[in-house]
């Protein structure tokens, strides 16, 4: 099995700044990409950022120049760094792994349980 366990959310002033940490252990052959989705209560999760195994990245266009994500491939351990804070980016996020099995090689998503990120205006 392969957890992710998030940190690093919190209450924030709007124009603020927090930073996400996720790191990834248990049963890794490799993970070929990881990233950040956030949702709100009864609305689809989105994409916020990701980062692949090769450092390529891609974020939301509206994050784009305030938040940057990161990888610590040797722990497994990705980070987002959000700056300039809105109140529209109050949300649950979520850390994402696409993980190797050692078992099978075959490739499978994994989840965090969520940290809650509120900005306040």
């Known amino acids: 099995q392969v957890q992710l366990v998030e940190s690093g959310g919190g209450l924030v002033q709007a124009g603020g700044s927090l930073r996400l940490s996720c790191a990834a252990s248990?049963?890794?052959?490799?993970?070929?990409?990881m990233g950040w989705y956030r949702q709100a209560p009864g609305k689809q999760r989105e994409l916020v950022a990701t980062?692949?195994?090769?450092?390529?990245?891609n974020y939301a266009d509206s994050v784009k120049g305030r938040f940057t994500i990161s990888r610590d491939a040797a722990n497994n351990t990705v980070y987002l760094q959000m700056d300039n804070l809105k109140p529209e980016d109050t949300f649950v996020y979520y850390c994402?792994?696409?993980?190797?099995?050692?078992?099978?090689?075959?490739?499978?998503?994994?989840w965090g349980q969520g940290t809650q990120v509120t900005v306040s205006s």
């Open positions: 980062i692949t195994s090769g450092g390529r990245t």
């Open positions: 248990g049963r890794i052959a490799s993970i070929n990409a």
């Open positions: 994402y792994a696409r993980v190797q099995s050692v078992r099978s090689g075959s490739e499978y998503p994994y």
